[in-house]
């Protein structure tokens, strides 16, 4: 199913042959600096169950993206239900990552601005946050443009004390 469109981008269903760049893009350490860790296959395929599950159980959730001109597999942009222990959980959580081919293009940007409008009016969220790594400059600007608004930084419960991507940034935007 295709969920929604912008002028470069379809946001669909996940395909059995998004798999194999999903598991290559998990596992690329440029892709995965501001991560604790890169992910093996079999992490991989284990996030992307729990994917379809949460899309499932809420109706929505990270989005395969492609690119409308050549209809590869580029990544996810979506929403993820966030429930780790901090005084901003439960909530709706925007994100993206995609494979570094994709970079430089405006994609994150073009696909996040879309993802929550389609957030606000189709789904029907009222509020939505994302949150990164502070070292992580350009995920905070895809968040700047697309009109977030920072509010803290965090600790990260799910990052090590000690680990240097332990202090996290929030930032927030409601439905206009």
Partial sequence: MIYLETERLRFRDWEAEDLEPFRQMNADETVMRYFPNRRTAEETDAFHRSIQVEHKACGFGLYAVEAKATGEFIGFIGFHRAVFESDFTPCIEIGWRLRQEAW?????????????????????????????????????????????????SFDHPKVEPGHPLRRHVLYRIARP
């Fill in 104 to 152: 430089g293009q405006g994609f994150a940007t073009e696909g996040a601005a879309a993802c929550l409008r389609y957030g606000f009016e189709t789904l029907g969220l009222t509020e939505v946050y994302s949150f990164t790594a502070e070292a992580n400059t350009p995920s905070r600007s895809v968040m700047i443009k697309i009109g977030m608004q920072y509010v803290k």
